[in-house]
């Protein structure tokens, strides 16, 4: 028997990143999110217009994503429910947003240099990604009282940095999918993958290198 409902949310489970931005000013700002999705090497992140993050990229073209492991949960929700616009927008004082401009104070995260892009890595997430905007798309152009609300940014993945124990022994430029933990949110919650592998995989059959374009 299956029932027809009407979810506010459909967030069957993503990963959550860590994005880093620079503010006018200079200083870092870092954002949780979790609609985010690879394809090669460019990756879609789907984010409110109104958030620092999507300010900044738009104006700077620059960030990090920074993937957060399962073990990372108490950064991610120091994070939670704060903005690094001074002024809350309305929707989210109503869902207990506050403003918080030093997001690596709050959440005890550690900068690093990037290489290639201004915002910093954070130390702390196993899996950076130094990365550059070059497109975006206006959400939910056809709904009146959505539309401009959100928006689905096109970056371009530029370089990537793995802590050394995940990296897959002799095989230089792979990433160990068994000793990766990611966050994964789901309907607000946060989970963590099992230990082991749900099944072998056929699709894991392919040499990676094949894909590389
Ligand atoms: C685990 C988690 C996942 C989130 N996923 C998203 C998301 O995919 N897109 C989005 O716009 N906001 C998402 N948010 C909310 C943002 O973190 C929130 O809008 C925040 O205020 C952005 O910070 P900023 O305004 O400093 O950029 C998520 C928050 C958490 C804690």
Not at 28 to 40: C, F, Q
Not at 49 to 62: A, C, E, F
Not at 156 to 169: A, E, M, Q, Y
């Amino acid at each position: 028997m299956r029932t027809e409902i009407s979810p506010a949310i459909l967030y069957a489970g993503s990963i959550v990143v860590l994005i880093t931005t620079e503010n006018e000013d200079g200083s870092p700002n870092i954002a949780p999110m979790s609609s985010a999705w690879w394809l090669g090497h460019r990756c879609m992140l789907g984010l409110a217009s109104y958030s620092q993050t999507t300010i900044n990229l738009r104006r700077t073209k620059q960030c990090v994503l920074n993937l957060a492991s399962d073990t990372m949960g108490d950064q991610i929700n120091s994070l939670a429910r704060t903005t690094g616009t001074k002024e809350v927008p309305a929707r989210k004082i109503t869902l207990g947003y506050r403003h918080v401009k030093d997001k690596f104070g709050i959440s005890s995260l550690t900068p690093v240099p990037s290489d290639l892009v201004n915002p910093p890595c954070i130390k702390e997430s196993p899996v950076q990604m130094e990365a550059e905007l070059v497109d975006i798309h206006e959400m939910s152009k056809d709904v009146p009282d959505r539309a401009g609300s959100s928006v689905a940014l096109e970056l371009k993945i530029l370089r990537v940095h793995v802590d050394d124990s995940l990296r897959l022994p002799g095989h230089p430029n792979r990433i160990n999918a068994d000793k990766w933990r990611p966050m994964v949110m789901s309907f607000q919650e946060l989970y963590g993958l099992a230990p082991k592998k749900a099944t072998n995989s056929q699709l894991a059959e392919i040499e990676e290198e094949l894909y590389r374009a």
